[in-house]
């Protein structure tokens, strides 16, 4: 028995070409199958922290402590809106349409400078021509949840630096636009966005999907790289048994 174990290892040869394909591909696909996994688990977190942010009692927005995680976290805050500094966020699609999320600055009552994503609006007659956006006029209380961005942004095209107003932008970075409009006392501007709710004064096309992929989308395209490897160590078996059983016969 010892023998045929002995004779059955001895007809392993493998192609060093063949052991080089797949010293390449094998890891990576096992990387990529993991990497899904961890981004199942990422949008789960994600989904878990939105739905217990729905259930908390809203809170004053100057009560906020930025230190911690805020994000998706229902505010309420009392002031006006900067109508003069508007923001076009650029490359946002709803529905297949193409259009901008309209960025504001509101001035709280407490001093406090926030960036107020009033939601979507598509593109004016062309891109040459920027939308009108309604103003909102006066003081007014808005509801709105906290936006911390995840990870670096995707920019879609290069930032132009215009004289007027509007301004169309290609990220949402809160203290950079705060300057932009004026406000350069950055410990009175608030660090992230706030989007605001459905029955906000001012508020647009609300389309924030929480996430864009599904967790079982990644945890499909984590088996499907796991099958692969599975595939490409099975036929690296077989072809390397079989090339000695074939010298063997000779």
């Given at each position: 028995?010892?023998?045929?174990?002995?004779?059955?290892?001895?007809?392993?040869?493998?192609?060093?070409?063949?052991?080089?394909?797949?010293?390449?591909?094998?890891?990576?696909?096992?990387s990529l199958?993991?990497?899904?996994?961890?981004?199942?688990?990422?949008?789960?977190?994600?989904?878990?922290?939105?739905?217990?942010?729905?259930?908390?009692?809203?809170v004053a927005?100057?009560?906020?402590?930025?230190?911690?995680?805020?994000?998706?976290?229902?505010?309420?805050?009392?002031?006006?809106?900067?109508?003069?500094?508007?923001?076009?966020?650029?490359?946002?699609?709803?529905?297949?349409?193409?259009?901008?999320?309209?960025?504001?600055?509101?001035?709280?009552?407490?001093?406090?400078?926030?960036?107020?994503?009033?939601?979507?609006?598509?593109?004016?007659?062309?891109?040459a021509e920027?939308?009108?956006?309604?103003?909102?006029?006066?003081?007014?209380?808005?509801?709105?949840?906290?936006?911390?961005?995840?990870?670096?942004?995707?920019?879609?095209?290069?930032?132009?630096?215009?004289?007027?107003?509007?301004?169309?932008?290609?990220?949402?970075?809160?203290?950079?636009?705060?300057?932009?409009?004026?406000?350069?006392?950055?410990?009175?501007?608030?660090?992230?966005?706030?989007?605001?709710?459905?029955?906000?004064?001012?508020?647009?096309?609300?389309?924030?999907?929480?996430?864009?992929?599904?967790?079982?989308?990644?945890?499909?395209?984590?088996?499907?790289?796991?099958?692969?490897?599975?595939?490409?160590?099975?036929?690296?078996?077989?072809?390397?048994?079989?090339?000695?059983?074939?010298?063997?016969?000779?």
């Amino acid at each position: 028995m010892i023998a045929t174990a002995y004779n059955r290892m001895r007809r392993f040869r493998a192609d060093w070409k063949l052991t080089l394909l797949t010293a390449v591909l094998l890891p990576m696909m096992l990387s990529l199958g993991f990497w899904q996994l961890r981004r199942e688990a990422e949008k789960l977190e994600l989904q878990a922290a939105w739905d217990a942010r729905q259930v908390e009692t809203p809170v004053a927005l100057s009560t906020v402590d930025t230190a911690e995680d805020q994000q998706y976290r229902q505010v309420h805050a009392r002031g006006h809106f900067d109508n003069t500094h508007v923001f076009l966020l650029d490359n946002r699609t709803y529905q297949g349409k193409v259009g901008y999320e309209v960025i504001v600055p509101l001035m709280t009552d407490e001093g406090t400078v926030a960036l107020v994503n009033r939601g979507w609006q598509p593109l004016g007659v062309s891109r040459a021509e920027l939308p009108l956006v309604a103003p909102i006029e006066g003081s007014v209380m808005i509801a709105a949840s906290i936006y911390q961005p995840v990870g670096e942004a995707f920019l879609l095209g290069s930032e132009l630096e215009t004289g007027g107003w509007p301004k169309v932008i290609q990220e949402l970075d809160p203290p950079r636009l705060a300057a932009l409009a004026g406000y350069i006392d950055k410990a009175k501007v608030f660090p992230y966005s706030l989007r605001l709710s459905e029955a906000a004064p001012g508020a647009l096309i609300r389309y924030w999907p929480v996430i864009s992929t599904t967790p079982e989308k990644h945890r499909g395209y984590a088996v499907q790289w796991f099958l692969m490897a599975t595939a490409l160590l099975s036929l690296y078996l077989y072809y390397s048994t079989r090339a000695e059983s074939t010298d063997n016969s000779r």
